[in-house]
């Protein structure tokens, strides 16, 4: 079967860094995405990812490693705002989403 | 950016109406949509797929005369959740993607389906 793992919610400080880690078991591999979702909205795209390495956005950086399965969300200098769920999602054979549950990023000050 | 529509953004009515609800991609056009449910703490989890002109294809468990699906054009995509009950109550929310072989999904700001 296709399974997408990560952590169900993490807390961090504000103005710190957080890692969020997704481990992924699909039928093909097209590409990883994160997204970020505010509590009551529609996701909204963060990063994709199809090769391996580090691609870095401003605050937000994601990695993929191909061989291992793996993928994680870089979060530095967190704001108040970044409260809000991520979700990585894998691209399989199909051209299909495949979606983790999601984590739970709490920020406290 | 692509811009996906959804409306309406909020919509409460009685166990046994039917509800539509639109999904429109705004600049682009748009070859398949996808129709998500979300459950409150829970991750997306996709109802259907549905490419212009043709009928949609529904994920397993999702009953496919209780939300029909039509996309007739390239740019407008609805769902009607038929006979609507309380367990109905959800975030429905669609996504739109360009063309085949770009894997990026632009989301609606989603509707918030509450079944009285």
């Known amino acids: 079967g296709q399974n997408i793992d990560q952590p169900t919610e993490m807390t961090a400080t504000e103005g710190a860094i957080v890692q969020i880690n997704c481990t992924y078991q699909?039928?093909?591999?097209?590409?990883l995405f994160w997204y970020q979702q505010h509590a009551g909205e529609a996701p909204t795209f963060l990063s994709y990812?199809?090769l391996d390495g580090l691609e870095e956005k401003g605050r937000f950086s994601s990695f993929l490693s191909r061989s291992k399965g793996y993928s994680y969300l870089l979060l530095k200098e967190l704001q108040m705002k970044d409260s809000a769920s991520y979700l990585c999602?894998?691209?399989?054979?199909?051209?299909?989403?495949?979606w983790g549950a999601g984590t739970k990023l709490i920020i406290k000050p | 950016g692509a811009v996906v529509s959804q409306h309406p953004s909020r919509v409460i009515c009685k166990s046994g109406t039917s509800v539509k609800i639109e999904c429109r991609s705004l600049?682009?056009?748009?070859?398949?949509m996808f129709w998500y449910r979300q459950f409150p703490k829970q991750s997306l989890m996709l109802m259907a797929t549905?490419?212009?002109?043709?009928?949609?294809?529904?994920e397993q468990g999702v009953e496919k005369d209780k939300f029909l699906i039509n996309h007739a054009s390239l740019t407008l995509s609805t769902l009607t959740v038929t006979s609507a009950h309380p367990e109905d109550s959800s975030f429905y929310i669609c996504?739109?993607?360009?063309?085949?072989?770009?894997?990026?999904?632009?989301f609606g700001p989603g509707t918030r389906l509450t079944v009285l």
């Open positions: 996504s739109a993607r360009e063309a085949a072989g770009i894997n990026e999904q632009f």
């Open positions: 600049d682009f056009q748009a070859t398949t």
């Open positions: 549905s490419n212009e002109g043709s009928k949609a294809t529904y």
């Open positions: 699909t039928s093909g591999f097209n590409g």
């Open positions: 990812n199809v």
């Open positions: 999602a894998v691209v399989d054979s199909n051209y299909q989403l495949i």
